[in-house]
């Protein structure tokens, strides 16, 4: 497995490429967000870890280009920009996870891993058929889309919310727990921040839901997790 890590900190980088290395994981290290684009395209990493304050291209551009021509490609943000916004963001963007700076050997490690067992996961499921959410969304799995019936609206989904709309389609009914969500969705070494589903859920509604502000698919239960019905 080839990571790219992108950090203009010599410090940080050498650091992680060190710890990433003796994991057994190969790496390519890009200080600046230009260099960052470069590599991605000539070494094919299977995962990308970003730095958001970095020169020539912040973190967030560097995501932005690799999400246009690639929607699978495990992204990383690591980060001391720690404002739950500087999350959001990221996960706007498409990025599958965001680690606040100072982190450890074993969480990066945990994190990473889980990450790329997603993806593995993901490839998996999407060869899944389509499914109904209600009588006017339908989601294709293998297409990481979404299609309104009534107007033909296509809506893009990243793997980590076709997961989530499977699990819950899977439990139809039911109050799915957070934990079992994250279990399934992250993996079960994921450390979770406190608001990583719960972002994940507000994004995923403003893409599929008519009116995000009153939700009618993806339903909240409190002090428990989510449902469809």
Known sequence: MKILIADDDPVTLESIDACLQSEGFSTCLAENGNLALQLWKSENPDLVCLDIMMPELDGYEVCRHIRDSDKTLPILFLSAKNE???????????????????????????????????????????????????????????????????????????????????????????????????DHCWGIDYFPESRTLDQHIVKLRKRIELDPTHPTLIETVRGIGYRIY
């Not at 990221?90 to 067992?117: N, T, Y």
């Open 84 to 182: 739950e916004i500087d999350v959001v963001v990221g996960l706007e963007l498409g990025a599958d996870d965001f680690i606040r700076k100072p982190f450890g050997k074993h969480e990066l490690i945990a994190r990473i891993r889980s990450v790329l067992r997603r993806a593995e996961s993901s490839s998996t499921d999407q060869a899944s058929s389509k499914f109904r959410i209600n009588e006017d969304l339908t989601i294709y799995p293998a297409q990481l889309r979404a299609v309104r019936d009534s107007t033909n609206e296509k809506i893009d989904l990243s793997p980590r919310e076709i997961s989530i709309l499977t699990f819950l389609h899977q439990h139809r009914g039911e109050a799915v727990h957070r934990d079992q969500l994250l």
